[in-house]
C-alpha cells in the first residue's frame, strides 16, 4: 500500500479540515460514503492540516485548528483503555469541529471483556500548552500508533437472541460524538451500535439488546439523525431507508 501523502477534505460534526494524509490513513477516515471523516483517524499532525472551515464562523480558515486532547487511560471495557480523546477547535470562536477516541489494549494476548459505561472528563489539555504529568503517570502508559486496538475487527455481532447482524468493523464515534461500534451488516451495507448496547465482547460481540432498529430519519450509513421525512442524508449525502 503507498504512503504517499495526499490533500484531502476531512470532516468533522462542525466543520471540516485540509489535510495531508496517507492511504492507510484515509482508510480509517472511510465510513463507507463519499466523505472522508476526521474522527475515526485521532489525533493528527498540525503541521499536515494546509486549512479548516469552522460551521459556525462559516469561514474558512488558513492553518490549523487548535487540537485539545486528554489521556484519561479509562477502562471502558475489560481490558479496553480508553486512551485518548480530544477535539479539533477554531481558533477564532472555538466551537468544535471535530472530536474523536482513541483506545487500546493493555494485555495484547487477552481477549476484550464486558463494556462499561464511558465517564464524561472536564479535563482537556491543550497541544499548544506545555504539558505537566503528573507523578504516577509515565511515559509507558501513553498511548503510541502500535497499540491502537484492531483485535474486534471482523468479530461476529450477535444480537440477544443469538441472531447474527454482522461483522464489525472498527470503533468509532457517531455524529453526536457518542462512541460506537461499527458493523458491516449481513447485506453488506454499514451501520452503527451504540458502544453501551455492548454487553460482551469475546470470540464474538454480544449485543444487550435486540439488533438496532432502523429510526426515523437515521442514516444507517453514519448514523447521523435527520429529520423524519428526509430522503438523503444532511450528513453524507446516503440515500435513507
Known sequence: MSSELRLKKLRGSGGYVMATVTDQQQMKGNLGGPDLFLAPMGRLDSQKITKHFCNTCEKEFEGPPKIQYENP???????????????YICNL????????????????????????????????ISQSEPVQVKPEITSATQPGPATTVSSIE??????????RIGKAKQVGIDSNQSVVLLVIKNDGTEGSIPWNSIRKVGEVILLGSPAVTAQPGKCVNCGFSNKEGSKFCEECGSKLQ
Open 93 to 124: 470562536c472555538s466551537a468544535v469541529i471535530a472530536e474523536y477516541r482513541e483506545f487500546r489494549k493493555p494485555n495484547e494476548t487477552v481477549e476484550v471483556g464486558s463494556a462499561k459505561p464511558l465517564e464524561t472528563s472536564q479535563t482537556i
Open 73 to 87: 487511560n479509562e477502562e471502558v471495557a475489560e481490558n479496553l483503555i480508553l486512551a485518548e480523546k480530544g477535539q
Open 154 to 163: 471482523g468479530l461476529a455481532v450477535y444480537d440477544e437472541n443469538a441472531k
